[in-house]
Nanobody, 127 residues
Framework: QVQLVESGGGLVQAGGSLRLSCVVS????????MGWFRQAPGKEREFVAV????????RYADSVKGRFTISRDNAKNTVYLQMNSLKSEDTAVYYC????????????????????WGQGTQVTVSS
C-alpha cells in the first residue's frame, strides 16, 4: 500500500519561509517523479513544482518560480518543498503526489498524471 505523509505546514507572516516534507512508503521512491500541488478555497488544485526521479530536473509554476525549491532525498524516501518569500496568495492546502509512470519527465504536471496523493498540509500566510 502506497502512503504519502506530509508535514511542515503552518501559519507564517508574509515574507516568511516554510519547508514542507513528504515521506513516501510502499513504492520504489527512487523510480518516480514527485510533484507538489496546492488547492485554495473555492479553486481547483494547481501544479506547484515537480522533480524527476533522480533529482536532476525540476520545473515550477510561474507563480512560485524563484521563491520555491523542490528537492528530494532518495535515501530517505522524502521530497521537500522549500518556500521562501511567502505571499498571502500562497495560502492553500499543499499536497505531494507520485507520478503514475516510472522515470517520468518534469513535463508531467497535470493532476491526472499522478496516482497517489498525501493527505495535504495547510499553509496560511498572513499579510
Amino acid at each position: 500500500q502506497v502512503q504519502l505523509v506530509e508535514s511542515g505546514g503552518g501559519l507564517v507572516q508574509a515574507g516568511g519561509s516554510l519547508r514542507l516534507s513528504c515521506v513516501v512508503s510502499g513504492r520504489t521512491f527512487s523510480s518516480y517523479g514527485m510533484g507538489w500541488f496546492r488547492q485554495a478555497p473555492g479553486k481547483e488544485r494547481e501544479f506547484v513544482a515537480v522533480i524527476n526521479w533522480s533529482g536532476t530536473s525540476t520545473r515550477y509554476a510561474d507563480s512560485v518560480k524563484g521563491r520555491f525549491t523542490i528537492s528530494r532525498d532518495n535515501a530517505k524516501n522524502t521530497v521537500y518543498l522549500q518556500m521562501n518569500s511567502l505571499k498571502s496568495e500562497d495560502t492553500a492546502v499543499y499536497y505531494c503526489a507520485v507520478q503514475k509512470q516510472t522515470y517520468g519527465s518534469t513535463w508531467l504536471q497535470a493532476p491526472n498524471e499522478y496516482d497517489y496523493w498525501g493527505q495535504g498540509t495547510q499553509v496560511t500566510v498572513s499579510s
